[in-house]
């Protein structure tokens, strides 16, 4: 059975910095085509903020582009999302995913990418509020 378990913040300052990770049990992150995280803040949708897509490109998000940081820790097997220059808008309960599956995108500017359903497992968020 798959479990991911994320952990960090929970807390941080405007202007400041955090750091998630997440971990995957039952799998290595090796296994994986697509790895995120992604955000969800209350009354809002849930919004993908970054992720690892294997072939790909490491994408991001609009509002987090220059700011967040995926990576791969392989030494730990652990998914990181450093996050620096917060906001009080990055409030949010923050969940990492994973997938075996990933979207090929056809055409000139052909590439791998992660649809939202490519993620198959998700661990149960961690909560990062950002006062001002």
């Known amino acids: 059975q798959v479990r991911l378990v994320e952990s960090g913040g929970p807390t941080g300052q405007s202007g400041g910095s955090l750091r998630l990770s997440c971990a995957t049990f039952?799998?290595?992150?090796?296994?994986?085509?697509?790895m995120g995280w992604l955000r969800q803040a209350p009354g809002q949708q849930r919004e993908e903020i970054a992720h690892?897509?294997?072939?790909?490109?490491?994408t991001y998000a609009r509002s987090t582009e220059g700011r967040f940081t995926i990576s791969l820790d392989n030494a730990n097997n652990t998914l990181i999302l450093q996050l620096t220059n917060l906001k009080p808008e990055d409030t949010a309960n923050y969940y990492c995913?994973?997938?075996?599956?990933?979207?090929?995108?056809?055409?000139?500017?052909?590439?791998?990418?992660?649809?939202?359903?490519?993620?198959?497992?998700w661990g149960q968020g961690t909560q990062v509020t950002v006062s001002s």
């Open positions: 995913a994973a997938g075996t599956h990933r979207t090929y995108l056809s055409g000139r500017d052909a590439h791998y990418f992660c649809r939202s359903d490519d993620y198959k497992y």
């Open positions: 039952g799998r290595t992150w090796s296994d994986f085509a697509c």
């Open positions: 690892i897509v294997r072939d790909g490109t490491n």
